[in-house]
């Protein structure tokens, strides 16, 4: 199993250009994360879904959007990149809510200029 | 106010020392806790599940408090591969998890 996977690893935008990132995980989970983490901030929940063809809105979801067509895919989207969506971006999967070990995948670094 | 709030620290601590890091959360209703341990900007790693008064793995012990909504993690013995951040994350019956700041730990020799 690869676990939790991120496509790609790293990229540099221009302001305005858009982008996609890709999530995807092979142990059949239901739920499924994207995360931004900054200096002194944590790890910001933007978008969540709870099961294929279901998102939900995080803390800060704004400027993004996000896409679960396929259960072991979550794509998070950037219509008009911003200098302040520059970030490492986190990907998290779990089987269902409440008891069970979240995964990560290893982040992607987005970098807007 | 932030859901789920940390003392980001830096907490400096000797080899062998106890440490202790709280987390305060702010939904009532949140069902289970976990604490992660986060190196150098890599992905968070699990190292406690927090489902129920509390847990003991090793030198780390976990406890919940839900009448003044908070949990803690204590770290006995502290090794230099302790030094880390740790995130304390909170899960709701909605399916949110939310993390808080993380509390950065350096262990010295």
């Known amino acids: 199993n690869a676990g939790v996977t991120q496509t790609p690893k790293f990229r540099v935008l221009k302001t305005g250009q858009s982008m996609t990132l890709l999530c995807a995980q092979d142990?059949?989970?239901?739920?499924m994360y994207w995360y931004r983490q900054d200096p002194g901030m944590g790890l910001r929940l933007i978008h969540y879904?709870?099961?294929?063809?279901?998102?939900a809105k995080g803390e800060v979801p704004d400027g993004y959007n996000v896409s679960r067509l396929k259960k072991q895919n979550f794509l998070l989207g950037l219509e008009s990149a911003a200098p302040s969506q520059t970030s490492v971006y986190f990907c998290a999967s779990m089987p269902r809510g409440g008891l069970e070990t979240q995964y990560f995948g290893p982040g992607t670094r987005l970098l807007v200029l | 106010r932030k859901e789920v709030e940390q003392d980001p620290g830096p907490f400096n601590v000797p080899e062998g020392a106890t440490v202790a890091f709280n987390c305060t959360y702010s939904?009532?209703?949140?069902?289970?806790f976990f604490w992660y341990r986060q190196d150098c900007r890599k992905e968070p790693k699990l190292l406690m599940s927090?489902?129920?008064s509390g847990n003991e793995d090793g030198r780390f012990t976990a406890q919940l408090n839900r009448a003044s909504q908070y949990i803690s993690l204590l770290i006995r013995d502290s090794k230099l591969s302790d030094s880390a951040t740790y995130l304390c994350?909170?899960?709701?019956?909605?399916?949110?998890?939310?993390f808080g700041q993380g509390t950065e730990l350096s262990v010295k020799p």
């Open positions: 939904n009532s209703a949140s069902q289970s």
């Open positions: 927090v489902y129920s």
């Open positions: 879904s709870v099961g294929e063809g279901t998102t």
């Open positions: 142990m059949n989970h239901e739920y």
């Open positions: 994350v909170e899960y709701n019956q909605g399916g949110k998890l939310i």
